[in-house]
């Protein structure tokens, strides 16, 4: 079966986020009403009874640390007198403490963006564009949470016990709708736009 398009009617959508929105919800209901997932033609490299269901764009997160952050603890002693350098001296540990405290907070745990990436979906797994290569998040068993937020047109993923990755754009409930029916087998529910 081909792709479901939303068909504009009377009113239509005003912007991408809205334009995604109705090709979810009307996406949801062809499939409540017995329609099959949309598949497509790709120039992915697909296994044995795989099927290629779209591709779009998204903005993505990984929530990670760094296991290393560097600083400088060089500081600068000037003066000629005990005091001087004793007050040259303050003032350099400040310093190096600061740096020291924000190299801290750089390497903790935190949402970092990974920017726009291809995102792929089939009925075996998501495949996802990072750094030039493609990564492969396997749907039977491999993706361990997949929480959606549609309203907020995002989801969150883990696959494999990788970092936790978060997918931000117009395009995510359309993709989260599919991921939805295949993961959970079923359908969601979604309100219509605005």
């Known amino acids: 079966m081909g792709s ?10 005003k912007n991408i986020y809205e334009q995604g929105w109705v090709s979810a919800v009307q996406l949801a209901e062809a499939v409540r009403h017995g ?12 296994g044995q009874g795989e099927v290629y269901h779209c591709g779009t764009t998204s903005h993505l997160a990984a929530y990670y640390g ?34 020291r405290n924000r190299a801290q ?36 068993g491999g993706i361990t949470m997949f929480d959606p937020a549609f309203d907020q047109y995002a989801m969150h993923l883990q696959a494999d016990g990788g970092w936790p990755l978060l997918f931000e754009g ?6 989260a709708v599919i991921l939805h029916i295949l ?12």
């Open 4 to 13: 479901i398009v939303p068909s504009a009617g009377n009113n239509p959508p």
């Open 35 to 46: 329609h099959a997932l949309p598949t497509q033609a790709t120039s992915l490299v697909l």
């Open 66 to 99: 760094l296991d290393e952050v560097s600083y400088s603890t060089g500081g600068i002693i000037a003066g000629s007198t005990w005091k001087g350098m004793a007050a040259t001296g303050a003032a350099s540990m400040i310093w190096s403490s600061r740096n």
């Open 105 to 140: 907070r750089e390497a903790a745990a935190q949402w970092r963006s990974l920017g726009e990436v291809p995102v792929h979906l089939t009925n075996h797994r998501m495949v996802v564009g990072i750094d030039g290569g493609l990564e492969s998040l396997w749907l039977n």
């Open 170 to 175: 117009p395009a995510v409930p359309y993709v």
């Open 183 to 194: 993961l959970r087998g079923e359908v969601p529910a979604l309100p219509q736009y605005g």
